[in-house]
């Protein structure tokens, strides 16, 4: 599939250059913009109606097109990366069945369901799970107007999950033209995307955007792994668990392969497709988006216990939308929005992966659909031209469900199995059915925004939201934002939210340590932000000081009654502290440097400090871009310093032999752009260019202990998750850029 998609995009891309004809004026394709110009671009995300990202009630990042293709960016991880407060366990391999494992704001983990991801304002977390989705290969980048980047909570404009923070991505409207990128590097890894659009009449657009991407991946043998959690490991002597060829089920029984050595390393391959479309006529507007993506487990869990080079060791995820819009200007003053979502979020079960010590010959693969269909309306009312008021109702229903869990062949329909694993798991024997609930969920929403300017230096956002949900009951939150621009050059913010994470179907109904007395984590933010423009616009300077504090937070605690031995519980408070300083310099007409720093700490009951589990309290990123030839050539370098991270009390490796703590790293990374014609760009990409070797802190518990493992007397030790995931060296790629716009 993934191949015949690869030819008929490439297809697509020579059929139009030639239809359109060669012989087109040299244009400029990219935003140069001006950091003047960067600080007032029109920004939508947490805002009544679009304005300035100087005045927005938030604090905001924006990522343009002109950064993702001068600095080779591919992916949402690529780019989070290089922003102040995000911190990562694993990077582009994923999350094994989770979709990521990071972190913004000393906050997330497991698939980060505090962070809302959101593309043309529609959510993309998973229904039933909350994991925050499109960070890696499956999604589309090609078709980008923009990325805002929003720290903070934003649960008034947006509900559940805009906790830590929003990423909105918004793509372009009224497209005409074709642009195509092509990639192809290190480990087999090909890419392609294509983004065609065109004005039919006087007042309808269609644009259309695929993508498409394959990588054998590089196994991760070569890797960083100083514990040997993937290497020089032989396979256990014994098979606690198996059913012999009768069908019986059988324990403690002779491994024929016994003591032989695995072969290094992960599976890390992926194979990703995704497409998106719009079609705009008048004020309607109708779309899909469809990302279906196969990847492997990677580094996820330990070596010694799961068979993590088998090819079929892979999960398989499927999400979609479709949806409708309109917008109708009742008169000078009036407007409404209103949108109708139906979408999707789908784990596809001809993935999953085998055990070493118990059932080696069978694959154990999970399931799960889940659906969910909105309405919502938005009014604005410009009162007048001090005064924007909006108000916004949401209806939402949507069919959730636990993961299925089968051993051998997978499920056939989509809330059962005729092939559970936790009857085989039990003894019960295989081939054994077993029905899984299924969750109606139904959500109310009111909120109330209201937008006044005192005078030309001081204005203010304010906003209301509630929430019921048939789950866990209603909840409320406020926001406050002050703006006071004393001068063109200077701006300050000051701001205050509240927001929250809903508990999970998981979290709410597992049978393994599900607690439905569940409320939703909240969260209090208050920040000032102080911004500034020197040297003739030439200098751009932010930074943002900012106190959270959690309520509720959602954790696990020790419960001997459950299967598992822990529930989940509302375990209490926490503090955290940060600063976030950014500085763009425009050293010439073609040398722009620029920069942030972010520090981040908990802080205990006593005002005292203390590092937070998986973060690293000090973070720099810089990067430096150079123009030559007249802007033929771009080079582009970029580093990241990631201080040392804490390590969970449970990860005794990492306490063991590191003393608590994974070690700090710098990375570097460089594009080298060529402008080959008027229409076609060139580039060469090394990512991580000086091969460092470095890891990141295991998910969880990390509490997978190599030292224990021994093939002969213990061959399942406590902990299935390691104490750390080894990071790729050196990759090059070489890419190919077309644009044409009539």
Same mark, same amino acid.
């Given at each position: 599939?993934?191949?015949? &998609? ?5 297809s697509?891309l020579i ?16 935003y140069?913009?001006?950091l003047?110009?960067?600080a007032?671009?029109?920004?939508t ?12 009630p938030?604090? &905001? ?29 694993m990077y582009?391999?994923?999350?094994g069945?989770?979709?990521?494992f ?7 983990e ?16 998973h ?10 290969y499956?999604?589309? +980048? ?15 404009m ?14 372009k409207?009224?497209f005409k033209?074709?642009h ?26 269609l ?32 098979l ?13 029984t002779?491994?024929?392969?016994g ?6 390393g ?31 487990y990677g ?14 060791n ?21 407007s409404?929005? *209103? ?5 999707a979020t ?15 010959d ?19 009312y ?6 924007d008021?909006?108000f916004? +109702?949401?209806?939402?229903l ?8 089968? +051993? ?6 989509r ?9 085989a798991?039990?003894g ?14 139904k ?5 109330? +925004?209201?937008?006044?300017?005192f ?5 203010s956002?304010?906003g ?16 406050l ?22 508990p ?26 102080m911004? *500034?423009?020197?040297?003739?616009d030439k ?8 106190y ?5 937070l959602?954790?696990q ?5 459950m299967? *598992? ?45 203390y ?15 150079i ?10 370098l ?14 005794s ?22 402008q080959?014609?008027p229409? &076609? ?20 518990s ?7 493992y ?20 050196r ?6 850029i ?5």
């Amino acid at each position: 599939m993934n191949r015949t &998609l690869f030819l008929y995009c490439f297809s697509i891309l020579i059929f139009t250059h030639y239809s359109y004809g060669q012989n087109q004026n040299n244009q400029d394709f990219t935003y140069n913009y001006s950091l003047k110009e960067l600080a007032e671009l029109k920004i939508t995300t947490g805002s009544i109606k679009e304005e300035n990202r100087r005045s927005a009630p938030s604090n &905001l990042t924006v990522i343009t097109p002109q950064m993702i293709e001068e600095r080779g960016y591919k992916t949402l991880v690529d780019i989070c990366q290089d922003i102040p407060g995000f911190d990562f366990m694993m990077y582009n391999d994923g999350g094994g069945e989770y979709p990521t494992f990071n972190m913004n704001r000393g906050m997330g983990e497991v698939g980060n369901s505090e962070i809302l991801v959101m593309v043309d304002g529609i959510i993309q977390n998973h229904i039933s799970f909350n994991w925050s989705m499109l960070w890696t290969y499956e999604n589309i +980048l090609i078709d980008i107007d923009r990325i805002e980047i929003i720290q903070g909570p934003g649960s008034v404009m947006y509900g559940a999950q805009a906790f830590s923070g929003i990423i909105h991505i918004v793509t372009k409207k009224n497209f005409k033209g074709i642009h195509a990128n092509a990639f192809y590097g290190s480990h087999s890894t090909r890419g392609l995307e294509v983004f065609a659009g065109t004005t039919i009449g006087k007042e309808t657009n269609l644009s259309l955007a695929l993508h498409q991407y394959h990588s054998l991946g590089d196994n991760g043998h070569d890797r960083y792994d100083p514990g040997s959690y993937f290497k020089n490991i032989r396979y256990p002597s014994s098979l606690i668990y198996n059913y012999n060829a009768a069908g019986e089920f059988v324990t403690n029984t002779s491994n024929p392969r016994g003591g032989t050595y695995l072969n290094d390393g992960f599976n890390t391959q992926q194979d990703n497709v995704a497409i998106r479309s719009k079609l705009s006529y008048k004020n309607i507007e109708v779309g899909f988006f469809l990302s279906d993506y196969t990847r492997a487990y990677g580094s996820a869990v330990v070596a010694y216990e799961y068979d993590l080079n088998d090819k079929e060791n892979t999960t398989h995820y499927q999400n979609y939308h479709i949806y409708a819009s309109y917008t109708a200007q009742i008169n000078a003053k009036l407007s409404l929005k *209103s949108d109708l979502v139906y979408r999707a979020t789908n784990v596809i079960p001809d993935g999953g992966f085998k055990y070493l010590y118990q059932f080696p010959d069978l694959r154990k693969n999970y399931a799960g659909y889940s659906n969910q269909t909105y309405f919502e309306e938005r009014l604005l009312y410009d009162l007048n031209a001090n005064n924007d008021l909006s108000f916004g +109702l949401k209806f939402s229903l949507s069919n959730a469900n636990n993961r299925i869990v089968s +051993l051998g062949n997978y499920p056939n329909e989509r809330y059962s199995t005729d092939w559970s694993w936790d009857i085989a798991a039990d003894g019960g024997g295989l081939n054994q059915t077993k029905d899984y609930p299924n969750f109606w969920v139904k959500e109310v929403a009111l909120f109330a +925004l209201w937008d006044y300017t005192f005078n030309n230096k001081l204005s203010s956002s304010a906003g209301i939201r509630y929430d019921y949900n048939s789950d866990f009951g209603s909840i409320v939150n406020p926001r406050l934002a002050l703006n006071y621009n004393p001068s063109a050059y200077l701006s300050t913010k000051l701001m205050y939210g509240r927001a929250f994470r809903q508990p999970s179907i998981f979290e709410l109904f597992s049978e393994f340590r599900g607690n439905p007395n569940l409320v939703p984590q909240n969260i209090q933010t208050i920040e000032l932000q102080m911004a *500034s423009l020197f040297n003739d616009d030439k200098l751009a300077i932010k930074m943002n000081v900012y106190y959270s504090l959690i309520n509720d937070l959602i954790g696990q605690v020790e419960d001997p009654a459950m299967p *598992s031995g822990e529930r989940y519980e509302n375990i209490g408070k926490q503090k955290i502290g940060g600063i976030s300083a950014t500085a763009d310099y425009q050293i010439s007409k073609s040398i722009r440097l620029y920069s942030n720093y972010n520090l981040i700490n908990g802080i205990n009951n006593k005002g005292a400090f203390y590092a937070i589990d998986r973060t690293a309290t000090h973070k720099v990123n810089a990067g430096l871009n150079i123009k030559l030839f007249d802007g033929l050539l771009t080079s582009d370098l970029r580093m990241n310093y990631v201080g040392k991270r804490k390590a969970p009390e449970s990860n005794s490796w990492l306490q063991t032999y590191e003393n608590g703590y994974a070690p700090s790293y710098t990375k570097a990374n460089w594009v080298l752009s060529y402008q080959l014609s008027p229409q &076609l760009l060139g580039q060469i990409i090394i990512n991580n260019a000086f091969n460092t070797q470095y890891y990141g802190v295991g998910h969880e518990s990390g509490s997978g202990f190599i030292d224990d493992y021994n093939y002969l007397s213990n061959v399942n030790p406590d902990g299935v998750i390691p104490a750390y995931h080894p990071q790729p060296g050196r990759t090059v790629f070489v890419n190919l850029i077309y644009k044409f716009n009539p």
